[in-house]
């Protein structure tokens, strides 16, 4: 199970898309009290098994996904232009086509070409300012975080100059930003703070040029607020964010500050019901749901298949 530090925060590999004070708060049906055991008699010692449920939920929607929702930097590698890849085509007017791995692509933090012939490579650096998205994004209330319809572009153009069909085959990488930031407080928050500390700096903060960055929700369930984002002391990790605007309540250290969508949430909490009931149905208290005529195997299904058919437009096909 993943460690946890003083502050009852999960280490590595980052915070799950809901937290047990999430599971525990959704109207699931489930009483979670009930997974207590002869192993596990002291209530507080269930919070590392929901945490458990927690982290596989979250697995389990980037596996259907087929990609991880959450906002990550990656570096893709891409050689062309044609064939035999056709993720890289050049066009007539001498910009690069470039289809990416992961959607949606929020920033190109940058790049570099080299020829393909070349071993090892001669890398010359791309500017960031060389790249465009296809599909810019359509930020909610004018910020950089994604909308939740999921349908976010995944290529970019990368100027004229870098590569052409006369220059030859070559070897181009892109690093980009893609996905939802999420994470959690990693100390408390206090009325009227104007920045929180946050385990995963990943595209909060504002693109060169901008001054907003995301504009994500404390999922605190007795104080929920949204934010805005002005500047983050990290590109990812660990880091501070600034706020646009004083926060209205406290929160406390592990609280969920994300931009994903309720949908996605929402799947995650329906996958770890289900993998509650599959772990043991005679362990886990069910209240009565209108609609679910039984409990057990079938409920399990029941719930992990409408998780999917949520997260089905976030799905990877390309």
Same mark, same amino acid.
């Given at each position: *199970?993943? %460690? ?85 085509? *050049? ?71 870098? /590569? ?17 930031? !999420? ?35 404390? !999922? ?10 002005? /500047? ?18 406290? !929160? %406390? ?11 996605? *949430? ?27 005529? %039984? ?10 298949? %409408?998780?999917?058919?949520?997260? !089905? ?6």
């Amino acid at each position: *199970m993943p %460690e946890l530090n003083p502050a009852g925060i999960p280490a590595n590999p980052g915070t799950p898309y809901i937290t047990p004070d999430v599971l525990r708060s959704a109207p699931t049906g489930i009483l979670w009290d009930s997974l207590a055991t002869l192993e596990r008699p002291d209530p507080r010692k269930l919070w590392p098994e929901l945490l458990n449920l927690c982290v596989r939920a979250t697995s389990q929607i980037d596996g259907y996904c087929n990609q991880p929702l959450r906002a990550t930097i990656d570096t893709e590698t891409l050689y062309g232009p044609g064939a035999p890849d056709f993720r890289f085509n *050049m066009r007539r007017n001498g910009v690069a086509r470039l289809l990416l791995s992961r959607s949606p692509v929020t920033a190109v933090l940058g790049g570099q070409v080299s020829p393909a012939y070349a071993f090892p490579e001669q890398w010359t650096q791309i500017p960031a300012n060389a790249f465009r998205p296809e599909r810019p994004l359509i930020g909610v209330y004018g910020t950089t975080s994604p909308g939740a319809s999921g349908d976010g572009g995944q290529a970019v153009y990368l100027g004229p100059g870098y /590569a052409s069909w006369w220059q030859g085959a070559c070897e181009v990488q892109v690093t980009y930003i893609n996905g939802w930031p !999420h994470g959690s407080l990693q100390a408390a928050a206090v009325a009227g703070a104007t920045s929180i500390a946050i385990d995963d700096c990943t595209g909060w903060g504002p693109p060169s040029g901008m001054t907003s960055g995301a504009a994500g929700r404390l !999922h605190d369930p007795a104080r929920q607020e949204s934010f805005v984002v002005t /500047a983050a002391s990290a590109v990812s990790g660990p880091g501070t964010l600034t706020l646009a605007s004083p926060l209205a309540y406290p !929160h %406390e250290p592990g609280i969920i500050a994300t931009t994903l969508p309720g949908t996605i *949430m929402q799947a995650a909490i329906l996958f770890a019901t289900a993998l509650a009931l599959v772990g043991g149905a005679t362990a886990v208290s069910q209240q009565a749901i209108p609609g679910v005529p %039984e409990s057990g195997g079938k409920a399990a299904e029941n719930y992990s298949a %409408e998780a999917e058919l949520l997260i !089905h437009p976030y799905k990877r096909v390309v």
